[in-house]
């Protein structure tokens, strides 16, 4: 069996930062107002966002984020239900260059403050209500 050459070339960027590349892609171009993402949810209904306003959100909690004092290369929890909050959290964190630490909302207080401390996390965030009232989310 003889091996052959891939005819794809690929490029990998010096710097990547995923949390730009899946929320600011489409900003400024006509699909900046299509849907982003749809989420679902029994107790919450369903709620989309488009890419602009992504953009937009998770621009806002990258800012908080630094703001507070969260460095990059810090962990933060993102401990959200299934909604919108969620990826603007998570998406935030990230383009601040803070590592997004995803856990369930089922896991009870005493879990979390556990696992705060083995990951030495930056802050212990569980529900951000704060973000629901600030960011409209």
């Known amino acids: 069996m003889k091996s052959e050459k891939s ?10 930062n995923i949390g730009v590349a899946c929320t600011s892609k489409h900003v400024g ?12 949810d029994d107790n919450l209904g ?9 953009a937009s959100r998770s ?3 990258c800012n908080f984020l630094t703001s507070i004092g969260i460095q ?12 919108l909050a969620y990826p603007i959290s998570f998406f935030g964190a990230i383009k601040a260059g803070i590592i997004a630490v995803p856990t ?4 009870v207080v005493q ?3 556990i696992l705060q401390k083995i ?3 930056a802050r212990l965030y569980y529900q951000l209500l704060c973000m629901r009232t600030y960011f409209h989310i």
């Open 7 to 16: 005819q794809f070339e690929i490029e990998v960027p010096e710097f990547l």
């Open 72 to 83: 990059p290369r810090d962990r933060v929890l993102v401990c959200l239900k299934n909604s």
């Open 29 to 40: 171009t006509a699909k900046e107002n299509s849907t982003a993402m749809i989420i679902e």
């Open 59 to 61: 621009d806002k909690m």
């Open 111 to 113: 879990k979390l403050s």
């Open 46 to 54: 369903t709620d989309e966002i488009t890419y602009k306003e992504l």
């Open 119 to 121: 990951l030495k996390l």
């Open 104 to 107: 369930s909302t089922l896991l």
